[in-house]
């Protein structure tokens, strides 16, 4: 379980001046989700995307997104830190520094040979770890979903893990006394919950755009700290990393072809390609 | 005995398309040896025998009234009922907004995997394998299952329903089971959608970032009743205000599969193909002829859509 520290134990009529809310942030670094399809490779054999030459990976955009909640929440509350862990390999700092630039006071990479090829499943287990091992927190902001394997599965996995509820696709998120007042995008409309701390919360792109780190912040983010943690470190087994413990074994991994058939309708105005476009509908009885 | 259970959704007192799409793909999987599927649903016995006629072998009616506009948090004990009465070890929910929810709490409750939003399922060495998209639908992926138990999620589109056969019998039971859910649902509001729901058009108009003007939707959305279809949108142009996201078609919007498909100023992303690639015919209005919805569409016109969607307008009402 995790410990609510902070805004629960704070009487009420106190809370707005004497707040100290703890909030995590989870970030992950990805191919860049906006890669053309003929810049993405695949090996089939190892069953991995070959990085897109020229391409840098990029942080899961939703991400950002779930950062700039974070400190909205924080500058709403007065006091309070917010510490971004990220899962992956050495360049995945550079995520971390993403979201240290843009306010964020603390970074954790969890880094370690056991988690290449690993999946969803046990990144949730990972991260739930780290988080304990920070002694729990008020708030876990995460990402809808991460780009890479569009999966969306991380925030319910270290809500059972952790016991906290969890409210997915959050739109906008407001601080009430009795915890948070969000409001999620459903296929056919929205949805306002109410759930109280601590909480997972997981962020849509409808949330709005993130702030852009101002350089002064960048030249700060690079002197604040940024932990690197092992398997070990959060006390994972080797039973429990690596590819070979996924629960999701990973079979196979291709490009899916596509033919193009495509016939351009041709006509010496934009308006005659129109005419040209509703006969050749018409003659397709498809209008 | 293994089996099925197929988390069947309702709406406004019917049972949701995604639900029928659901129980064909159990019946294909029951073919290659599955064993029986049984349809958990929140609502009344009257809905089980639609279930069953749709291909359920037998129908668990959880009649909780916490269930009606419940989160996640109220359904996993009725699900874990229902799981453990029929003895299923494959769970199947649509990807919608109850199944991402629903799906990956009810898997790491129980200790095991969830694959979502996938296109293809079939029994291999009498285990589950699915085919999903990833990195946007850039690649497919296929996966088995770790644990016993193997929960995956549909999109939509991918199974056609089967006619109902009104001959088919099968048990009803019923459960009053419901958790409590520390997540309060204090209001929902539901989309005004004017006209055909975009799911159910046969034809669809959809515009990208690339019309530069919100009220350019006026445009299509003239267009779109005309051919008595349903209007969407890129999330570029959802983003910026311009389209409700009720009306994103793309991996996290909306999943249409209509007999015609007309793209205007979208570019194509992997992302938005997720949503529209099982069109019938894709038509592509765009002034770039290298934009990737050109490729894969049958009919392009390269040019500004200004000019063109006018004249099309005026085209169609000459030969309706
Ligand atoms: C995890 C994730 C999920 C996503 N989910 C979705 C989703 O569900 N749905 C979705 O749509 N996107 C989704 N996206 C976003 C997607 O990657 C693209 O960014 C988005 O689809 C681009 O929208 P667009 O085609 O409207 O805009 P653009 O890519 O900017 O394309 C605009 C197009 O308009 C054309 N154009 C410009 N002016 C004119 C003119 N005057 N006449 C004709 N043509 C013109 C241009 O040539 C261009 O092709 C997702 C992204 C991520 C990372
Ligand atoms: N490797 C990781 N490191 C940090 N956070 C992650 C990682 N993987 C997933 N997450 C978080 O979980 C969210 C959903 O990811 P997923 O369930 O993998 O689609 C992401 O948007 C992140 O906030």
Redesign the interface.
């Known amino acids: 379980m995790c410990t609510p520290i902070g805004l629960r134990q704070q009487p009420i009529h106190r809370r707005r001046r004497r707040n100290r809310v703890n909030i995590i942030v989870c970030v992950k670094q990805i ?1 860049d ?5 003929s810049s ?1 490779k ?1 090996d089939e054999a190892a069953r991995k ?1 070959i990085p897109a030459q020229g391409i840098a990976p990029v942080v899961n955009p939703f991400d950002p997104q779930a950062t700039e909640a974070a400190l909205r929440l924080k500058d709403a509350t007065g006091e309070g830190k917010v510490t971004v862990i990220s899962l992956g390999p050495d360049s995945a700092r550079d995520a971390i520094k993403h979201a240290l630039a843009m306010g964020a006071d603390e970074g954790v990479l969890l880094n370690d040979p056991g988690f290449e090829g690993i ?1 969803n ?1 046990q990144t ?1 287990v990972a991260l739930s770890k780290a988080i304990q091992k920070l002694g729990g927190a008020d708030l876990v902001l995460m990402g ?2 991460a ?7 991380v ?3 270290v ?3 952790l016991g906290m ?5 959050a739109k906008a998120i407001e601080s009430t006394p009795a915890g948070l ?1 969000v409001e999620r ?12 701390l601590p ?1 997972i919360v997981s962020v ?3 949330f709005g755009g993130p702030r852009y780190p101002q350089l002064r912040q960048i030249m700060l983010a690079a002197r604040k700290t940024v932990q690197v943690w092992s398997a070990a470190d959060i006390g994972l087994g080797s039973d429990e990393t690596g590819a070979a ?12 072809k ?1 033919e ?6 041709e006509g010496d ?3 005659e ?3 040209n ?6 003659a ?1 009885k ?2 | 005995m293994p089996g099925i259970l197929v988390i069947a959704e309702t709406s406004e007192g019917n049972v949701a398309p995604i639900s029928y799409e659901l129980l064909a793909a159990a019946r294909q999987l029951a073919g290659q040896g599955a064993g029986a599927v049984t349809a958990l649903f929140a609502g009344s016995e009257a809905q089980a025998k639609d279930l069953i006629a749709h291909g359920a072998d037998a129908a668990v009616a959880a009649t909780s009234a916490s269930l009606t506009g419940g ?3 109220n359904y996993l004990p009725v699900v874990e009922a229902a799981l453990a009465a029929s003895g299923a070890d494959i769970v199947l929910l649509g990807q ?2 109850l199944g ?2 629903l ?3 009810l ?3 129980l200790k ?6 996938c296109v293809e399922l079939k029994i291999a060495g009498g285990r589950l ?1 699915v085919t999903r ?15 016993p138990l193997q929960v995956a999620t549909v999109k939509a589109k991918q199974f056609d329903p089967l006619a109902p056969d009104s001959g088919r019998t099968g048990s009803v039971t019923v459960v009053d089971t419901a958790g409590d ?11 005004v ?1 004017t006209g055909i729901r975009l799911e159910d058009a046969q ?1 669809v108009v959809s515009g990208g970032r690339g019309l530069g003007d919100p009220s350019a939707f006026r445009m299509l959305e003239e267009l779109s009743s005309l ?1 008595k279809g349903a209007t969407g949108a890129s ?1 570029a142009a ?2 910026l205000g311009w389209y409700p ?2 009306q994103q078609v793309g ?2 919007g ?1 999943t249409v599969s209509p ?2 498909y007309i793209a205007v100023a979208i570019s194509g ?3 938005h193909m997720a949503g529209m690639a099982g069109s019938k ?1 894709i ?2 209005i765009n002034k770039d ?1 290298d934009a ?1 919805m ?11 859509y200004k ?6 307008i ?3 009402k000459k ?1 309706a």
Not at chain 1, 245 to 256: D, G, I, K, Q, S
Not at chain 2, 307 to 312: C, F
């Open positions: 191919p989700p906006e890669t053309p399809a993405f695949v995307v999946d499943f949730a809808r979903q780009a890479d394997w569009d999966m969306g599965v925030p319910a996995g809500g059972q893990i509820p969890v409210v997915t696709v007042r995008v459903l296929d056919d409309g929205f949805q306002t919950v109410e759930v109280g909480a849509s792109n409808e413990n996924r629960w999701l074994p990973l079979e196979a991994l291709y490009v899916p596509v193009s058939n495509v016939e351009i309708i105005s934009p308006e390609k129109a005419r476009l509703a006969q050749k509908l018409r397709a498809l209008i | 989160t996640a948090e919608t907004s991402r929810d799906g990956p709490a898997a790491f409750r095991t995997a969830v694959a979502m939003d394998r998209n990833a990195y946007g639908g850039n690649a497919r992926a296929e996966h088995t299952w770790k644990a859910s520390r997540v309060k649902v204090l209001g929902t509001s539901k989309a959608a034809i051919l999330r959802c983003d996201p009720a991996l996290t909306k007999n015609l992303a992997s992302q015919n038509v592509a002829g990737n050109v490729k894969v569409s049958k009919f392009a016109v390269i040019d500004d000019k063109v969607i006018p004249a099309l005026e085209e169609v030969l």
